[in-house]
């Protein structure tokens, strides 16, 4: 990995860090294998490719669930986890206008292809304005704590822009990242309810200038050793530029959260935009990171030997022939929710996309399946 400040000043964020962390530090440029992991990677030198689809959604707007709840715009961003053979999926519903009017609902399935929802769980506030700081909720992050016995939700609460202020009334700013906990303990509380504990990361004296006016934007912690680390995205509005993201770390799942230094942030894996990245430790001992991309009918992945130094984007088709029902173009294609390495090696993928349904716009939700090739 490249980096992008050299000399006395990097070395004085690198002391920093590892004073910070101690022993629990996974130092960026060190490239060892896991504790106790195998060094037989399989799939080294292979790509992801698309090897099974769904035909259509498997949540669209004829969902008897859907129709049930009132969800006109559809769907976009979120997490599907698996407990034994159960897929539990927390996703955001934009029940009205798309990207406007927001609730976090849970939903599950035996087979990732039947889903039933269940219920609502965070409700945002109406009425969009820059003063009201929970006009829109998005979740991002399902995690269990064993510290805690307990799940987690991480979601990203903005407020509007103030045109007084010159900023753009309809976009997103100063996002802050929530924290909620199941209200009961163990895995078997995943379905909730939720309690609001606490917000883990916003704009403050940290913040760092690539982060723009919308940050903080996605937060999904996943571990390393001892360590939880998690990506975080900005973005400018005014002047207009690309979404980059960098990287946070905590010793405990509750924080206190530091940013990574400058130089390290933000992390060089996409060139322009990447959104809402989920990573999981594969069985070879590898991270894979996941994330919304560019591209028609396609997400984004990278890979990492340490779960913190990253390589470059690669881009995966999720549709393919005549089951492209998804719309060409950057941003309808959106974001993957999961994608679970299974028993056979092969990664289930539960993902939003844009559908155009007698002319009305629609996200639904598709799924397939992607194996190292």
């Known amino acids: 990995m490249s980096v992008r400040r050299t000399g006395s000043c990097m070395l004085y964020y690198v002391v920093v860090f590892v004073l910070l962390m101690g022993n629990q530090a996974q130092v960026w440029g060190q490239q060892g294998k896991p ?31 859907v129709l049930a709840s009132k969800n006109r715009s559809g769907f976009e961003t979120g997490q599907v986890v698996k407990i034994n053979q159960t897929y539990h999926m927390f996703v955001n519903e934009m029940f009205d206008r798309p990207n406007r009017d927001l609730r976090i609902s849970y939903w599950s399935s035996n087979d990732a292809v039947n889903w039933k929802r269940h219920s609502t769980i965070v409700e945002s506030i109406p009425g969009r304005t820059p003063t009201n700081p929970r006009s829109e909720v998005w979740i991002t992050g399902v995690v269990f704590n064993e510290e805690e016995d307990a799940w ?15 900023e753009i009334a309809g976009n ?16 078997d509380g995943i379905a909730g309810p939720y309690a609001d504990m606490d917000v883990v990361m916003e704009p ?41 993201t960098g990287i946070a770390f905590a010793k405990k799942l509750n924080g206190p959260w ?6 390290f942030n933000p992390i060089p894996v996409a060139d322009e935009f990447m959104e809402n990245e989920i990573v ?24 990492s030997a340490d779960g913190v130094n990253w390589g470059r984007e690669v881009r995966v088709k999720v549709q393919s022939g005549s089951n492209m029902w998804a719309e060409a173009g950057d941003h309808r294609t959106r974001t993957p929710l999961c994608a679970l390495e299974e028993d056979d090696g092969t990664f289930t993928v539960i993902y939003t ?3 155009n349904v007698k002319g009305t716009n629609f996200y639904a939700i598709g799924k397939c399946t992607l194996a190292w090739q």
């Open 35 to 65: 504790a106790g992991k195998s060094n037989t990677k399989a799939s080294e030198g292979k790509v992801l490719k698309l090897v099974d689809e769904h035909k259509g959604p498997v949540v669209g707007t004829n969902h008897a669930d």
């Open 280 to 303: 999981y430790q594969l069985k070879d001992g590898r991270y894979l990171m996941i994330f919304d991309s560019f591209g028609d009918q396609e997400i984004g992945y990278s890979l």
């Open 353 to 355: 996309a844009m559908t």
């Open 204 to 244: 403050d004296s940290t913040s760092q200038p690539w982060e723009g006016q919308q940050a903080v934007a996605c937060f999904n912690p996943y571990k390393v050793g001892n360590t939880w680390y998690s990506m975080y995205d900005g973005h400018y509005h005014t002047p207009r530029g690309p979404w980059p």
């Open 172 to 187: 997103d700013y100063a996002g802050r990242i929530w924290r909620a906990k199941s209200v009961q303990k163990g895995r």
């Open 152 to 166: 987690n939700l991480f979601y990203v609460a903005y407020r509007a822009g103030d045109e007084a202020k010159g």
């Open 258 to 263: 530091t940013r990574m230094p400058e130089g």
